[in-house]
């Protein structure tokens, strides 16, 4: 058993490092989860507004959070991005490229 815990440990450190993202706790809101908008409206924003395509989308605290993809700063190619939201308006609260 102790194989077995020490190899799902290690896979898990791996692909979490290969991976690239950095994951933190952000706080974009104190307000309660009634007062937060519907994830559905929230989506909407992010494709028509910010013009992001969405791969994943969840909640992480108190955020929603996305893996993606946007415009680089060029403006000339997709690339991938983790952004964070402010659950009451939308807003973005932080935006990251991939590495």
């Known amino acids: 058993m102790k194989w077995f815990t020490l190899i799902a440990f290690t896979t898990t450190a791996v692909f979490t490092s290969a991976n690239g993202w950095a994951h933190a706790n952000m706080e974009c809101t104190d307000k309660p989860k009634s007062a937060w908008l519907h994830p559905l ?8 507004e910010y013009g992001f395509a969405i791969k994943k989308f969840q909640e992480a ?4 959070e ?12 997709f690339e991938e991005i983790e952004v ?3 659950p009451i308006n939308g807003d ?6 991939r590495d």
């Open 41 to 48: 409206e929230v989506q909407k924003r992010i494709v028509n």
């Open 92 to 97: 973005i609260v932080k935006k990251k490229f």
């Open 61 to 64: 605290g108190s955020c929603y």
């Open 66 to 77: 996305i893996y993606g993809w946007a415009l680089n700063k060029e403006g000339k190619k």
């Open 84 to 86: 964070y939201f402010n």
